[in-house]
């Protein structure tokens, strides 16, 4: 097993200001705010895990043949429905998974 690969950074060039972090960090939200950088790092079969970088936040590159953008998998990603012993199919809470 290859070990884990050491990070390089490019630092931000305009990264949130001192009040601004303030700002945010005094009511934060779960996918309201985001950090200045993000993680970015290469797999293949011949290398592992490799060209691990911190860069600033940004657009990502996906494929376009990529599984998430096809047959709506990812719409009702935690949708899940159990065969129950008397042969009828019950879903925990659809609505609300399908509302948000």
Request: hydrophobic content about 40%; overall charge neutral; glycine content about 8%.
């Amino acid at each position: 097993m290859n070990p884990l690969p050491a990070f390089t950074r490019q630092l931000n060039p305009s990264p949130a200001s001192p009040a601004r972090r303030a700002e945010v960090l005094a009511a934060p939200g779960f996918g309201k705010y985001f950090t200045d950088h993000m993680v970015s790092i290469d797999w293949n079969a011949e290398n592992g895990w490799h060209n691990a970088q911190v860069v600033p936040y940004g657009p990502i590159t996906l494929d376009p043949s990529a599984i998430v953008l096809h047959y709506a998998q990812e719409v009702f990603e935690g949708l899940k429905a159990y065969r129950q012993p008397d042969g009828t199919i019950a879903a925990f809470r659809p609505r609300l998974t399908v509302n948000g």
